[in-house]
């Protein structure tokens, strides 16, 4: 049997909630009368929904909604509200609160908002077990020189990666920073043909020779290509354009102090850094960037 927890701190309200729910006769409803006493009972017993009220003494429905949310995010949170409460309304849902249903419509509107959130939330949940299933990806990208779609690329990719727990937040955001510097590489380095020399020297004209080439034969018609392999144990990316290629080792040693604000090498020395191979075919316009599983993951 379905259990609904119902949070309000008025007895009138809270019966009136109950007992809608219970003619339903699909759920076993709990009460608790305000948030904090809420909290321990969700702790003394997992519902699988959170009807709560937003105006309580202790804590409040918004305090309720973001603590749920941190703490148990496979639970779902209906508000129930009164006139005069809508902007608080609206902060509680912007803090992940599933829905609401205005007090003075609860008889009419309660169990079908009800039932629509636990659908959704069933459904949520037969995914993430099938995600649990997910043992391995494969995608390929084909992208133009625009440097705008190097960011969301780096999104996806990270977000790809996140379904298999393979890092904490301090290594996606390393390996992010490492997938950008392979790909600005590729389209600034590889297919535009745009040395570092200029950069931190005159950047104006660096990035002026990037708009020029982007636009101009035989620049324009190169791609770059991407691959990614994902799987529980690791990450694989490769990372290749159409340029002539360069040889990784004529590059100035970026970890002798000397080099290390030079432009030339800062990318490479980030990849090296963050990932755990870093590696070149021999023409050296591709590169594979590889980072296993992480000690750290969740």
């Excluded at 109950?18 to 948030?35: P, Q």
């Excluded at 393979?166 to 997938?179: F, K, P, T």
């Excluded at 590889?190 to 020297?201: D, I, P």
Aim: with cysteine; proline share 5%.
């Amino acid at each position: 049997m379905t259990s609904i927890l119902v949070v309000d701190d008025s007895a009138v309200d809270r019966r009136l909630a109950g007992g809608l729910l219970e003619k339903d006769g699909g759920f076993s409803v709990r009460y608790a009368i305000h948030g904090t006493d809420g909290l321990e009972k969700i702790r003394e017993e997992l519902p699988d929904l959170v009807l709560t009220d937003l105006v309580m003494p202790e804590l409040d429905g918004l305090e309720l909604v973001a603590m749920v949310r941190s703490s148990y995010p496979a639970v779902p949170v209906i508000l129930m509200t009164s006139a005069g409460n809508e902007e608080i309304c609206v902060q509680a849902l912007q803090r992940g609160a599933a829905s609401y249903v205005p007090k003075r419509v609860l008889s009419q509107r309660l169990l079908d908002t009800v039932h629509q959130v636990l659908e959704l939330a069933s459904h949520q949940r037969t995914v993430s077990r099938l995600m649990c299933c997910l043992t391995e990806t494969f995608s390929k990208f084909e992208l133009d020189n625009d440097n705008k779609l190097i960011p969301p690329l780096v999104s996806h990719l990270l977000e790809s990666a996140e379904r298999f727990e393979l890092w904490d937040e301090s290594d996606r955001m390393r390996i992010g920073i490492a997938l950008e510097e392979s790909l600005v590489n590729a389209l600034c380095h590889g297919n535009l043909e745009v040395g570092s020399e200029l950069r931190g020297v005159d950047d104006e004209a660096y990035y002026q020779l990037v708009t020029e080439r982007r636009a101009c034969p035989p620049f324009c018609e190169r791609r770059i290509f991407v691959e990614s392999t994902l799987s529980r144990e690791r990450a694989k990316f490769v990372i290749r354009d159409q340029g002539r290629g360069f040889d990784p080792n004529s590059l100035p040693d970026p970890t002798d102090p000397a080099n290390l604000e030079k432009a030339a090498g800062r990318g490479v020395l980030l990849m090296r850094s963050f990932m755990d191979e870093v590696s070149y075919n021999d023409l050296g316009n591709s590169v594979t960037l590889v980072k296993r599983r992480s000690d750290h993951s969740p």
